[in-house]
């Protein structure tokens, strides 16, 4: 069986001479492991990390002021409307990658702009992995801690930024802190998450690391009724077991009001057979098709990558020869993702559409968290008034619920349910075009939810700030960007400054 977070491994790599000097404001004394302080030191990796934080501390310092900055980053899983105006973008290819793993200590220190693919193919190859692994592959580390994620392992270990131990930040006055728990640096550790990179971009993580085994074996549990479904959530959260079986993993599909899927995942030192949905099978249709499966496990982590859960459905690649045809190099979120944004920018489709006299469609592509309590309600009036379907359920709590993460606050003693929906509906002929990401915004505020960044928000300035604390933000926004060099949170997410 995987050990428990932080929970002693053995092995790693990388483990290494001396505390590093690169300029980096420590929160006091470098960390302490079991057996003293861990040394971080000078491998290649370590120096070029080094190396990378003085360059990027130059290059932005050497900012003209008023000049707005941005990531030069390849890949992006951001679905609001960006400005393009007067930008400076960083070159921050120096912190990509993982720096060191510890698996004694239970930890690794990834570069910020490492996608979890490259993360994940490190780690397994040391037998562990991240608490929480998003499930698109090109979703930075940093991405994740600032624009929060989620996955089935996170009804049992929070979101990603739940097991960050330390970060380095380019903060927006363009110092480089290293941030803790308990240091110097604690607001902008508890305030970093939900901040978009408004208040400084994280450079280097600590993360917490868990053991895996080389398979997962899923129970695909079918439900006829959301009540039934929220029940079972309920009782998984509170046992970490089904049926009396330790559940390691834990996600929903809802295909319609009866017919909805929970896929509980258990460790597997060994499997009868394993699929493969990176080619001709579709992993979201195995659910409705089968009881019981197999995945490796660096598969189990990608499984919906390859598909984009069911969305690479607007691409014709489920089609068998299209799809045999794309192969599998192409099968993958990123290339749906550029496909989209293309699209977004010369509107190929939306003009051919217009010209058969199709509907205009509005995209609705959000994330959100409802308590499981109204999660029915939820789901009921989301049926009825979004035509959407498939959509995906993953059950979340709060790692520690003795903690305050100030720019997302969840109720530390509830569980929610994340509700990911992904596609396009037709707009009424002379309706509102944002009819119905609008309809969502409001009916999450309603059922005492919380709705991720990511995408379109509409809230009115007052409430974006009561909902998103916006005290704590302005005086962080004070400390470490005090002359706005970055975005504000609000004109960044709602305004899409
Ligand atoms: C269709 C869709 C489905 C999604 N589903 C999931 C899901 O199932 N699970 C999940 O976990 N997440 C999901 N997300 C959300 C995703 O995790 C967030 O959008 C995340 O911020 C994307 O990370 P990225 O690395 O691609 O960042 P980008 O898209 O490049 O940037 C996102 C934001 O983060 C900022 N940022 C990026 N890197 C840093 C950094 N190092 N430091 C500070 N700020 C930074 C950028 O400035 C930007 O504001 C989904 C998003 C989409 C569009």
């Given at each position: 069986?995987?050990s428990p977070?932080?929970?002693?491994?053995?092995g790693?790599h990388?483990?290494?001479?001396?505390?590093?000097g690169?300029?980096?404001?420590?929160?006091g004394?470098?960390?302490v492991?079991?057996?003293g302080?861990?040394d971080?030191?000078?491998t290649?990796?370590?120096?070029?990390y080094?190396r990378?934080v003085?360059?990027?501390?130059?290059?932005?310092?050497?900012?003209?002021?008023?000049?707005r900055?941005?990531?030069?980053?390849?890949s992006?899983?951001l679905?609001r409307?960006r400005?393009k105006?007067?930008?400076?973008r960083?070159?921050?290819?120096?912190?990509?990658?993982?720096?060191?793993v510890?698996?004694?200590n239970?930890w690794?220190?990834?570069?910020?702009?490492t996608?979890y693919?490259?993360?994940?193919?490190?780690?397994l190859?040391?037998?562990?992995?991240?608490?929480?692994v998003?499930?698109?592959?090109?979703?930075?580390?940093g991405?994740?801690?600032?624009?929060?994620?989620?996955?089935?392992?996170?009804?049992?270990?929070?979101?990603?930024h739940?097991?960050?131990?330390?970060?380095?930040?380019?903060?927006?006055?363009?110092?480089?802190?290293?941030?803790t728990?308990?240091?110097?640096?604690?607001?902008?550790f508890?305030?970093f998450?939900?901040?978009?990179?408004?208040?400084?971009?994280?450079?280097?993580?600590?993360i917490?690391?868990?053991?895996?085994?080389p398979f997962v074996r899923?129970r695909?549990?079918r439900?006829?009724?959301?009540?039934?479904?929220?029940?079972?959530?309920?009782?998984?959260?509170?046992?970490?077991?089904?049926?009396?079986?330790?559940?390691?993993?834990?996600?929903?599909?809802?295909?319609?009001?009866?017919?909805?899927y929970?896929?509980?995942g258990?460790?597997?030192?060994?499997?009868?057979?394993?699929?493969?949905?990176?080619?001709?099978?579709?992993?979201?249709?195995?659910?409705?098709?089968?009881?019981?499966?197999?995945?490796?496990?660096?598969?189990y982590?990608?499984?919906?990558?390859t598909?984009?859960f069911?969305c690479?459905r607007?691409?014709?690649?489920?089609?068998?020869?299209?799809?045999?045809?794309?192969?599998?190099r192409?099968?993958?979120?990123?290339?749906?993702?550029k496909i989209?944004a293309?699209?977004?920018r010369?509107?190929?489709?939306?003009?051919?559409?217009?010209r058969?006299?199709?509907?205009?469609?509005?995209?609705?592509?959000?994330?959100?968290?409802?308590?499981?309590g109204?999660?029915?309600?939820?789901?009921d009036?989301?049926?009825?008034?979004?035509?959407?379907?498939?959509?995906w359920?993953?059950?979340?709590?709060?790692?520690?619920?003795?903690?305050k993460?100030?720019?997302y606050?969840l109720?530390?003693a509830e569980?929610?349910v994340n509700?990911?929906?992904?596609?396009s509906v037709?707009v009424?002929?002379?309706?509102d075009?944002?009819?119905?990401?609008?309809?969502v915004?409001?009916?999450?505020?309603?059922?005492?939810?919380?709705?991720?960044?990511?995408?379109t928000?509409?809230?009115?300035?007052?409430?974006?700030?009561e909902?998103?604390?916006?005290?704590v933000?302005?005086?962080l926004k004070?400390r470490y960007?005090?002359?706005s060099?970055l975005?504000?949170?609000y004109s960044?997410?709602?305004?899409?400054?």
């Amino acid at each position: 069986m995987p050990s428990p977070a932080g929970s002693k491994l053995t092995g790693g790599h990388d483990a290494t001479d001396g505390y590093p000097g690169n300029g980096v404001a420590q929160d006091g004394p470098p960390p302490v492991g079991a057996d003293g302080p861990v040394d971080l030191g000078a491998t290649a990796a370590r120096r070029r990390y080094d190396r990378g934080v003085e360059d990027l501390t130059r290059a932005y310092r050497a900012v003209p002021p008023g000049e707005r900055v941005r990531l030069a980053k390849k890949s992006s899983n951001l679905f609001r409307a960006r400005s393009k105006a007067n930008v400076h973008r960083l070159d921050v290819s120096a912190f990509d990658g993982v720096i060191a793993v510890d698996k004694e200590n239970g930890w690794a220190d990834v570069g910020a702009m490492t996608t979890y693919e490259d993360i994940v193919d490190s780690l397994l190859a040391d037998g562990v992995m991240p608490l929480v692994v998003p499930e698109l592959k090109t979703i930075t580390l940093g991405g994740a801690l600032t624009g929060l994620g989620i996955e089935s392992t996170s009804f049992r270990n929070g979101m990603p930024h739940e097991s960050v131990l330390e970060m380095d930040v380019l903060t927006g006055d363009g110092r480089v802190v290293t941030v803790t728990p308990d240091g110097e640096h604690r607001d902008l550790f508890y305030g970093f998450p939900n901040s978009y990179g408004t208040l400084g971009y994280a450079l280097r993580a600590r993360i917490e690391v868990e053991a895996v085994e080389p398979f997962v074996r899923l129970r695909h549990v079918r439900f006829g009724s959301i009540a039934a479904v929220a029940d079972a959530i309920r009782s998984i959260c509170d046992t970490r077991a089904y049926e009396g079986r330790r559940v390691e993993f834990l996600d929903g599909t809802v295909f319609s009001r009866s017919e909805s899927y929970l896929t509980v995942g258990t460790w597997a030192a060994d499997a009868p057979d394993v699929s493969d949905y990176t080619r001709s099978n579709i992993y979201y249709q195995s659910i409705q098709n089968r009881s019981r499966d197999w995945l490796t496990v660096k598969d189990y982590l990608w499984r919906w990558d390859t598909d984009w859960f069911w969305c690479s459905r607007a691409f014709y690649v489920q089609r068998p020869l299209v799809r045999r045809l794309v192969g599998r190099r192409f099968l993958r979120s990123d290339v749906y993702w550029k496909i989209m944004a293309f699209e977004d920018r010369y509107k190929v489709k939306a003009r051919i559409d217009a010209r058969r006299g199709l509907p205009q469609r509005e995209n609705v592509i959000q994330d959100v968290e409802v308590p499981v309590g109204r999660l029915e309600e939820f789901l009921d009036a989301f049926i009825r008034e979004v035509p959407i379907t498939p959509v995906w359920l993953c059950p979340l709590r709060q790692r520690d619920p003795s903690v305050k993460w100030e720019l997302y606050p969840l109720d530390a003693a509830e569980t929610y349910v994340n509700v990911g929906f992904w596609s396009s509906v037709p707009v009424h002929p002379g309706g509102d075009p944002e009819h119905h990401n609008r309809w969502v915004e409001a009916e999450v505020e309603r059922l005492g939810g919380r709705k991720s960044l990511y995408s379109t928000s509409f809230y009115e300035e007052r409430r974006f700030w009561e909902l998103y604390n916006g005290p704590v933000y302005h005086a962080l926004k004070r400390r470490y960007d005090p002359d706005s060099r970055l975005a504000d949170l609000y004109s960044k997410c709602v305004k899409g400054g």
